[in-house]
């Protein structure tokens, strides 16, 4: 305990002297927090300062292997490193699905090689990582996919395409799912290859969202040829590393039920743009609502504190995911439902594309309980693998 | 702190769970109910044993000093066994106001026979029918040495049973003041004191309380005159958060033996429980506890700490568990189907348990109400 005393003190010392201060004001925009690869430029001299300061520490990924260019921090040591970031606002140096997905699953299941090469450059967000899992007929029930991978001898032949791949036209390599045998049951024949977005064949075309922005895209692959050492794991094993990574999938999903630092709170917005009466919001209707809202956010981000307290005490669950996600983003729909109410005719102005006003991110919102397994799939996972019940 | 419980509290819940499984099960309330007895001092003799009465009284009063979180493990597994008794009353809230508001000697003199089970205190404070603990009237007049006591008290909970009350009084102020709130001490068998007990829904019993012109001497006041009320707050949020607690377990077991009773049920061929449309409200409903238990734990701990946040705390833990007590209820009686409608049958016990727990201490919406104005909204 004395230790971790000792560390809250010398990282508070530390985030003082080295967190710019423009790291420290709220995120406004999408265009706002940083995502790395190969495409992206600085918004400005903190921003690089901060996530090199950041990453020279491997506190990117404060949990992550030293060896591996990771902050090597204890359970108990990241929590506090977060809670010394929320004191002082600071961002997230860096958006990562490499650190939030892909990285895990590779820790746990690529070859020594594999993580010596990939596992570095995505501390240090030098490589921006997208995700190719669902494809046009395969949503849902994601293990019927059927985006094929050929065996020519020294590399695989990949057809076929996926859908909804977050920010595939801005991204450097892709973590893909594809079938590599066609006689198999559809579990058992699929694989989990990673490759360049560069590579020849491959080709993406935007999706329009109803909020009118396109953060995803559909992604093509013709003849597009992967070295066989790109391969994670077994052959035909892919589907173990496919679960492994939507369990952290679910849990960044999730973690949009919670209010981000520096951000008002519901009822402060409220208070603010509707005024107080005998200290009060007037319209009752909307007060209790929000109370309602406000009441279930306290009692979703004890429960994220609870899982987290809990694995570290060797008592977890393991079933926290599921949960997690269905929850959190059930939140974050009625959070923006309620922000549309609060802002009344002021929350409906639509703005230029590629903005983020109120109406558009309410509508983003929605994708939040589709995206990375449905409420509905959750439910199922719950109800089958917690509860225990049959069919 | 994290979030957890220590080595220690969960010693406790499982000696907690086996003895009140064994001592205490769903079928002593029906006897209970069904012999007409108001309660058990036999059990009462037990939990005593077991030092459940000292949980939350400092050692130098005879108590364990464990703390609330321990309170409120064992309140989880009372709950899950519908267990009466009068600890919550007793050893939990009005031990907590004498420990607050209490002279040295009267603690000497009053927390010690808590402790060890050998007297037995209510709380008559409620004048409405309505959770309002502000919505106080009843006058303690002073006179020489004395205070002279009149007005009613009702759904005085363990007032039958009791040794004595600890009464809420004005002494200064109106109904709705938070200011001129007095606390006395005040003997069950003292002159002008009459005890109208009534049997409830749940099958335990609540008395309506009369103070005639009750005299008590000036030593029967706890702390200062008029100033009790951030006292009161505290022990109206222990109450709150362990009635809390005892609806967890409670919601939790009926939810248990509903998911049982969906696995053996069969119709049209297969178990129910293979049926989507209930996986899914089932699994919705372990969400919904799943946040309760975080909830909870959290208010217990913030009363240990007796942490800024406390209040608000309690009543996010009380509002979100009476909302999940009723949905898991109400859930457990139409999954159980035809059965559950039958008084053989226990779990509309676990109904009418629910349905009393969720107004001891405020209700939902008292809570949600308090939460939001705590919020500055």
Known sequence: ?391 | MALVLNEEQQMLRDSAKTFIQESSPVSALRDLRDSGEEWSPELWNNMAEMGWTGIAIAEEYGGLEFGYVGAGVVQEECGRTLASSPLVSSAFVCASLISALGNDDQKASLLPAISSGESIFALASSESQRFDPLAVTMAAVPEGDSYVLSGTKVHVIDGGICSNYIVVARTGGNAGDSEGLSVFVVAKDADGVGCQSSLNADSRIAATVSFDEVRVDKSALLGDPGAAWQALQRAMDIGAVLSAAELLGLADEAFKRTIEYLKDRKQFGVVVASFQALQHRAAQLFCELELCRSTVLKALQALDEDAESRSRLASAAKAKMAKTAKLAVNEAVQMHGGIGMTDEFDIGFFMKRAAAACQEFGDYYYHADRFARLGGY
């Not at chain 1, 309620?338 to 006003?357: F, H, V």
């Open chain 1, 1 to 391: 305990m004395a230790d971790l005393n000792d560390f809250r003190e010398q990282t508070r010392a530390w985030l003082e002297e080295n967190c710019p201060p423009l790291m420290r004001q709220p995120i406004l925009s999408e265009k706002d927090p940083w995502w790395g690869g190969r495409k992206a430029e600085f918004l400005n001299e903190d921003q690089r300062l901060w996530l090199e300061r950041m990453a020279e520490r491997g506190w990117t990924a404060p949990q992550w292997p030293v060896e591996y260019g990771g902050g090597g921090l204890s359970r108990e040591e990241a929590k506090v490193l977060q809670q010394e970031m929320e004191r002082i606002l600071a961002r997230r140096p860096l958006e990562s699905f490499g650190i939030d997905m892909l990285g895990p699953a590779l820790l746990k299941f690529a070859s020594e090689e594999q993580k010596q090469r990939f596992i570095p450059e995505i501390v240090r967000g030098e490589i921006r990582w997208c995700q190719g899992y669902s494809e046009p007929n395969a949503g849902s029930d994601l293990a019927s996919l059927q985006m094929r991978a050929e065996d020519k001898g020294d590399h695989y032949l990949l057809n076929g395409s996926k859908v909804w791949t977050s920010y595939a036209d801005q991204s450097d390599w892709i973590f893909c799912l594809v079938r590599t045998d066609f006689d198999a049951t559809k579990h058992q024949g699929i694989s989990f290859l990673l490759f360049d977005m560069e590579s020849p064949g491959v080709s993406t075309n935007l999706i329009k969202l109803i909020s009118g922005n396109s953060p995803f895209c559909e992604t093509v692959f013709e003849n597009v040829r992967v070295p066989k050492e790109n391969l994670v794991g077994e052959l035909n094993k892919g589907w173990d590393i496919a679960k492994y990574l939507l369990t952290h999938e679910r849990e960044m999903i999730g973690g949009f039920g919670l209010s981000k630092t520096g951000e008002d709170s519901l009822s402060q917005a409220a208070a603010r743009k509707l005024g107080l009466a005998n200290g009060r919001l007037s319209e009752g209707g909307l007060r209790s609502d929000i109370a309602e809202f406000e009441i279930d956010e306290l009692a979703f981000a004890s429960t994220v504190e609870r899982v987290i307290d809990e694995a570290k005490a060797g008592q977890g669950t393991g079933a926290a995911s599921s949960l997690l996600k269905l929850y959190g983003t059930e939140l974050n729909k009625s959070r923006n439902e309620l922000l549309m109410s609060i802002g009344g005719s002021a929350a409906l102005q639509w703005g230029e594309d590629g903005t983020t006003t109120l109406a558009r991110e309410w509508l983003r919102s929605k994708g939040n309980s589709i995206e990375g397994g449905t409420s509905e799939i959750q439910l199922n996972i719950i109800a089958k693998r917690i509860l225990g019940m049959p069919g």
